[in-house]
């Protein structure tokens, strides 16, 4: 009955709306008004505002949901603890990419996991960093691949590997012939970038621009795909880190000197939560690969 209640909750609370949280629920609106009522009584509190024309959380509301919602993460992880002890190496994994990460890890990895796990069902997404911190202290996922410098406190990170960001450029481009480039041949040249909703971006403008350098931004875009696929036809160039290029045919890592800086593949997970026999399997796969390579 109190798991009911707390989804009753949260519905409100999410949608705004006791007549759009009760269609949702498939009950009726005057059955969902009154367990709120009953749950506001037994605590003897009102949760919600109900004066406008959206429902609104109570300030004692907002602390209660707080806690409503990080209980419900806890029996959903016992749920899954339970499952994982019955059917070993099998059950759900739930898994995040960044977007840079499409053209050279997912494919490899999850390829590798699941010829190892086959009784592993796997979701994917792919998200911004941002929207994967969200989703795992939210419970929306157990395991983000991402990079180590994060924002919330409610996440573990466990470092991988290094990797440095480099000009990434394919055959049709002048650079593909040499090994290092000085920043400062980079003032004419065309670039391919993700737009600045990607963690990546802030710092490959901020490196040109300490450098006094204006590359002519041709192309952006918030599809890592295409840029690898553009460059890789054109003469055109990108800046990513430079596994990029090692993982995908036709493209060559040059070194701009001075360097951008670095970043590290991490593994990020919830603190505290249930760490899964498939979870601990898809991170000692990461790992193999990355001494791997």
């Known amino acids: 009955m109190l798991i009911r209640q707390a989804h009753y909750l949260l519905a409100v609370a999410d949608h705004g709306s006791f007549t759009r949280a009760a269609s949702a629920l498939h009950i009726s609106q005057p059955a969902l008004s009154q367990r709120i009522i009953d749950l506001e009584a037994e605590l003897g509190v009102r949760l919600f505002d109900r004066s406008g024309r959206l429902v609104k959380l109570t300030d004692q509301g907002r602390t209660y949901i707080e806690h409503v919602r990080r209980a419900l993460r806890e029996l959903n992880a016992g749920e899954r603890a339970m499952k994982d ?104 040249e065309n670039l391919a970038l993700l737009t600045h909703a990607f963690i990546t971006r802030a710092p490959i403008d901020r490196y040109f621009h300490s450098h006094d350098v204006r590359p002519r931004i041709a192309i952006e875009t918030n599809s890592a795909d295409s840029i690898i696929a553009i460059v890789k036809g054109a003469p055109i160039a990108t800046v990513m880190p430079s596994e990029t290029a090692r993982q995908v045919p036709g493209l060559k890592a040059v070194q701009l000197i001075p360097s951008p800086g670095k970043w590290t593949l991490s593994v990020l997970q919830r603190k505290d939560a249930y760490r899964s026999a498939a979870a601990k399997a898809l991170v000692a796969t990461l790992k193999q690969q990355r001494r791997v390579l």
Not at 167 to 180: E, F, P, S, T
């Open 85 to 188: 002890i019955a059917n070993a190496l099998g059950g759900t994994l739930r898994v995040a990419f960044l977007p840079l990460f499409t053209t050279h890890l997912v494919g490899p990895l999850m390829q590798e996991f699941y010829r190892r796990h086959p009784g592993v069902a796997l979701t994917i997404d792919i998200l911004a960093q941002g929207e994967l911190e969200a989703a795992l202290v939210e419970d929306r996922i157990d395991i983000g691949l991402a990079f180590s410098d994060i924002a919330s406190n409610e996440i573990d990170v466990e470092k991988i590997q290094d990797d440095e960001l480099c000009l990434i450029v394919g055959k049709r481009h002048a650079m593909y012939r040499k090994d290092k480039v000085r920043v400062t041949e980079m003032k004419n």
